[in-house]
């Protein structure tokens, strides 16, 4: 089988496995990371949404064979660290606005929060409801609402960073 080397939450990490296989299944049973959860594996529910170069990508729909040594994944477990902090701002934010029920799409809906947020920061703007509405990580549980306060909370402790 093929050796796959990528960067993985700051640490450069190699696989044996098929090109095909996806992030996902990589992350999970071959790397023991388990912040990015498996909801659908065809890209829709966004519960695995991790970050590929800073960027929130679905690691059900990437096959490991796409990656290159100098990319960098980052999952819910690496992202406080790009905060130099125990927990990220919306890591706390999320505990500040109570989001989480049965938390179980949290870190993918973290993931593309962050990610949201570092986008509309590098244009040079807020966040919209236009923006808020574009995010399309689904919560069984429903804390829509929560969720959105959080992200503004998030936001706001982001750009005091």
């Known amino acids: 089988m093929p050796e796959h080397t990528f960067r993985l939450n700051g640490e450069q990490v190699t696989v044996d496995v098929d090109d095909?296989?996806?992030?996902?299944?990589?992350?999970?049973?071959?790397?023991g990371v388990t912040g990015p959860k498996y909801g659908c594996g065809i890209?829709?529910?966004k519960a695995c949404t991790s970050h590929?170069?800073?960027?929130?990508?679905?690691?059900?729909?990437v096959p490991v064979g796409a990656l290159r040594p100098t990319d960098e994944v980052t999952t819910i477990e690496?992202?406080?660290?790009?905060?130099g902090a125990d927990l990220h701002p919306m890591q706390?934010?999320?505990?500040?606005?109570d989001v989480a029920q049965c938390g179980y799409c949290q870190p993918g809906q973290i993931?593309?929060?962050?990610?949201?947020?570092?986008?509309?920061t590098d244009e040079g703007r807020e966040i919209t409801e236009s923006d808020l509405d574009?995010?399309?990580?689904?919560?069984?549980?429903?804390t829509y609402v929560r969720i959105r306060?959080?992200?503004?909370?998030?936001?706001?402790?982001?750009?005091?960073?």
Do not use: F, H, S, Y
């Open 43 to 45: 890209n829709v529910c």
């Open 20 to 31: 095909d296989v996806r992030l996902l299944w990589v992350l999970r049973d071959i790397l």
């Open 78 to 83: 690496g992202l406080p660290a790009t905060a």
């Open 149 to 161: 306060e959080a992200i503004r909370a998030g936001a706001d402790a982001m750009r005091r960073l």
């Open 134 to 142: 574009g995010l399309r990580n689904i919560c069984r549980c429903g």
């Open 111 to 120: 993931m593309a929060a962050v990610a949201l947020v570092r986008r509309v």
């Open 92 to 97: 706390q934010a999320w505990l500040d606005q």
């Open 52 to 61: 590929l170069n800073g960027k929130a990508v679905n690691p059900c729909a």
